[in-house]
């Protein structure tokens, strides 16, 4: 007689592997529309919302509806609205530009620790799986949401350089492409983990520190490149809100239109480059 198979119990905590995500890109930036989207489904992932895109696009809606309609309704002029419009709909995203970065400042302050963690859980003899669960538990959000992730796929029978291998695009940090490196390796090889991990959490440590340096040393150069991309805008706010005809002045003539585009042209390009730059330098 064969016996009876048990049923099989729910398992909530591991709902959240398989299941779809939504987003609007393929991330194969086969052109420029896919390039946007797959830029917006990085911002959210890496902003550790939950939200659905498609959420955040309808608030921007909301937003630029709403502020877009204030301004036609107090200047009624159709081109200041229109900035409105541009304005709300921007609003939301850098929120969320700003979400994502404070949450890479504070998981960047967690990584040394937690490599610390990680090293005393091996020199206890541990293997590397049962060494990530454990840290996992022990590290608070939002460095510990990520691990614990980790941890449910090794669990699932994942195997560690597969479940390691999306954790810096999740967080938008490439340090933690060292931590994947140095596990796989040390799986594949051998060796001894605890003092590689020792070592790269005094490696860490000596970045975070030359970064601070470096954003400190800069400080006045960020702030005078962001004053350079901020300062016409306002200027040509002031003047539009003041005047709603100005911009129609301006542009009713042909000199006025071509120097009117050669700024916009030229403001988009010089905010493309400060921006970068400043990403570049604090690239972490």
Known sequence: MLASVPPLK?????????????????GRDRD??????SWFDTLMLQAGLDTPPATILLGCIVAAVTVGGIVFVVQENFLTAAFGLFAGFLAPILALMGARARRQNKIMSQIPAMLEELARAAKTGRSVEHSVAMVAEDTPAPLGDELRLVSRRLQMGIPLRDALVDLPSRTGLMTLNLLNTTLAVQQQTGGDLVTVLNRLSRTVRDRLLFLGRLRAATAASRATAVLMIVLPLAVL???????PNYM??????????????????????????VLRILKDSQQT
């Open 10 to 26: 729910s398992r909530p905590e591991f709902s959240g592997i398989l299941k779809n995500q939504d987003q609007f890109g393929t």
């Open 32 to 37: 420029t529309s896919d390039r946007i989207n």
């Open 237 to 243: 706010a002031f003047f539009v809100f003041r005047d």
């Open 248 to 273: 129609n002045q301006l542009l009713g003539s042909e000199w006025g239109r071509t120097v009117t585009i050669l700024g916009v042209v030229l403001e988009i390009i010089g905010s493309i480059w």
